[in-house]
């Protein structure tokens, strides 16, 4: 089976760090996927993880660690617009077609 | 490019009726995935087609179906509409899916069943 957690909600303040977990139990693994969906739009690409450690992308960084199943997004510089949600996914490997499985989501609300 | 294009963008459609949802993948992507969003539930997966094949699909019922084309636009049909359809249906397109790229999603038909 598979299943993936994330909170449902985080607030935070402008300026500050956040930092949201995403824990995963798949059949396969082929990669964690982040994404970010501002309210009423398509969710878009925010980064990308198939090796465990940190990749880093300007005021975003992803990290996995794929032994614990677990991932974290994390925001610095806190801005109004990060206010959204933030989508985990984790993409199967060749037996499931490489299907790309998304979690509920984490509603991130930055205040100011 | 021109990124995922789909139509329509709204739809309101009373219980019993059917309702068929259009989507154009980014040029030269053969993978098209289906997801259903609602308030709570997030995204979750229907079904995707590669190269006309449907490789994978999710735990909906035999009302909802769909198929691809050459060209590699997809269509998604959903029969004898209920209330609880209603919902934010999005497709994404992906490049090669031997390897883990990343989904582009159009920004959604939203379907509302009255």
């Known amino acids: 089976g598979q299943n993936i957690d994330q909170p449902t909600e985080m607030t935070a303040t402008e300026g500050a760090i956040v930092q949201i977990n995403c824990t995963y139990q798949?059949?396969?693994?082929?990669?964690l996927f982040w994404y970010q969906q501002h309210a009423g739009e398509a969710p878009t690409f925010l980064s990308y993880?198939?090796?465990?450690g940190l990749e880093e992308k300007g005021r975003f960084s992803s990290f996995l660690s794929r032994s614990k199943g677990y991932s974290y997004l994390l925001l610095k510089e806190l801005q109004m617009k990060d206010s959204a949600s933030y989508l985990c996914?984790?993409?199967?490997?060749?037996?499931?077609?490489?299907?790309?499985?998304f979690g509920s989501g984490t509603r991130l609300l930055v205040r100011p | 490019k021109a990124g995922v294009t789909q139509t329509p963008r709204y739809l309101i459609k009373t219980r019993g009726q059917q309702v068929t949802l259009s989507c154009s993948p980014i040029?030269?992507?053969?993978?098209v995935s289906w997801y259903q969003q609602t308030p709570g539930q997030g995204l979750q997966f229907l079904f995707e087609?590669?190269?006309?094949?449907?490789?994978n699909k999710g735990n909906f019922p035999g009302r909802f179906s769909g198929r691809q084309f050459s060209n590699s636009r997809s269509e998604m049909n959903v029969s004898t509409l209920e209330l609880g359809d209603s919902a934010l249906y999005l497709c994404a397109s992906s490049g090669d899916t031997d390897r883990a790229t990343e989904a582009f999603f159009g920004q959604g038909t939203r379907l509302t069943v009255v």
């Open positions: 996914a984790v993409r199967g490997t060749m037996d499931s077609s490489y299907k790309l499985i």
């Open positions: 993880n198939v090796l465990d």
């Open positions: 040029s030269g992507h053969r993978s």
């Open positions: 798949t059949s396969g693994f082929n990669g």
């Open positions: 087609y590669f190269s006309e094949t449907q490789r």
